[in-house]
């Protein structure tokens, strides 16, 4: 039996799919659908996400789905924005740099978060709304505590006086992207923070430093 509130046509309606009146939305049939979107983005990558696939899986007519979703795009957009629905808008607190490594290798030792980051990083060229969505859920709000950190760390005397913390958000965000490229998804989180903590030492991190910060160059030199 099918999910949802439709009368099992399969044809697509071609309007914006608004709630019809007097017809309630299935909450239902709304998680299944973006659930099967999410989950055959991840195991199949753009190019098995389809409609038909997705309605599928779902266990919905196709109708079901256009009513909810005028098009693939927007499914897919609002399928990445529903998996970070729990995300808090406000940058998460992170005391120090430890904690704030710590928390991206939990995130990173997930094979699910994994396949599904390298899945939205390989559709950049044909679905970039994709990459956009992620980053507005998740990578916003995680980028200024990253920021915040590191900008702390500098304070501390812990990263050169020199240090720029975009450039090193950014040569952080490039590791992550190598690690998930070239390390299995069976890496443990221990390995993926020794990993981080491993490029902030390249970058002058000094955890146990207290005081003034320094330059870099004096910090190689010492």
Not at 13 to 38: F, K, M, N, Q
């Amino acid at each position: 039996m099918k999910l949802g509130d439709d009368d099992g046509r399969t044809d697509a309606p071609s309007a914006h799919p608004s709630r019809p009146p007097g017809r309630p939305r299935s909450r239902e049939a709304d998680e299944a659908i973006l659930t099967a979107a999410l989950d055959l983005l991840i195991e199949r990558g753009i190019g098995w996400a389809s409609i038909e696939q997705i309605a599928r899986r779902a266990g919905v007519t196709r109708a079901t789905v256009y009513r909810r979703f005028p098009n693939l795009t927007e499914l897919l957009v609002r399928a990445i924005e529903w998996e970070y629905r729990e995300v808090d808008a406000a940058p998460p607190r992170r005391p120090d740099i430890e904690a704030m490594v710590a928390d991206w290798a939990g995130y990173l030792s997930r094979p699910r978060t994994r396949r599904l980051i390298r899945r939205l990083y390989g559709s950049v060229d044909d679905l970039p709304e994709l990459l956009h969505a992620y980053h507005r859920s998740h990578g916003g709000p995680r980028d200024q505590a990253v920021h915040s950190a590191l900008e702390q760390a500098r304070a501390a005397g812990r990263l050169p006086a020199d240090s720029d913390p975009d450039i090193l958000r950014q040569l952080l965000s490039g590791a992550a992207l190598h690690h998930l490229a070239a390390c299995p998804d069976t890496t443990g989180a221990d390995e993926v923070e020794a990993y981080f903590l491993a490029v902030l030492r390249q970058a002058g991190y000094r955890p146990d430093a207290d005081g003034a910060p320094t330059s870099k160059e004096h910090t190689e030199h010492e």
